[in-house]
């Protein structure tokens, strides 16, 4: 759902978000919830970034591992992203389904860093956005069978 109005290019976008499946949804339904940013109008492309709560405190560290992530879409789908840059685009954050987890995500040019739970330090660093130095608009993300909440979105230069 693209945010009315809103265009762009470099700053902070920061919101509290909550995550989790729809009831009766399969495990692949994972509560996916996030920020895209710089869309194009007609939706396509976009860069964003997103938790996947139920990975957050997963008994397989490798699944713990696929908590936060970054895609390009419609070019670099996770899938894509993880098959020809494994671990480059996605890491751990403690996350809990239907907790409240605060985002900040911080854009300059090409590079873009993703803050949780207002870490000093970033959970996930992407110094080249694949679709560049672009400018769009600001959306939520949520992925299907999630159900999300959004709440305090702040869209700054």
Do not use: C
């Not at 997963?58 to 996770?78: F, G, K, M, T, V």
């Not at 995500?105 to 660093?125: C, H, S």
């Not at 400018?135 to 299907?144: K, P, S």
């Amino acid at each position: 759902m693209v945010v009315t109005g809103s265009q762009f290019e470099d700053g902070l976008i920061e919101v509290d978000v909550a995550g989790d499946r729809i009831p009766g949804a399969t495990e692949v339904a994972g509560g996916f919830v996030g920020i895209a940013f710089r869309v194009a109008p007609n939706g396509q492309p976009f860069e964003a970034f997103y938790l996947r709560p139920y990975n957050g405190r997963s008994d397989d560290q490798l699944q713990r591992n696929h908590s936060a992530q970054y895609i390009s879409s419609p070019e670099y789908p996770w899938n894509r992203l993880r098959q020809e840059f494994p671990g480059k685009y996605e890491t751990y954050v403690d996350l809990v389904p239907g907790d409240w987890t605060k985002m900040k995500i911080e854009v300059k040019g090409d590079k873009a860093r993703l803050y949780v739970n207002n870490a000093p330090e970033p959970t996930l660093i992407v110094n080249h956005l694949l679709h560049g130095n672009t400018r769009g608009a600001v959306a939520l993300f949520i992925t299907v069978g999630s159900v999300a909440h959004f709440s305090n979105l702040r869209v700054s230069k």
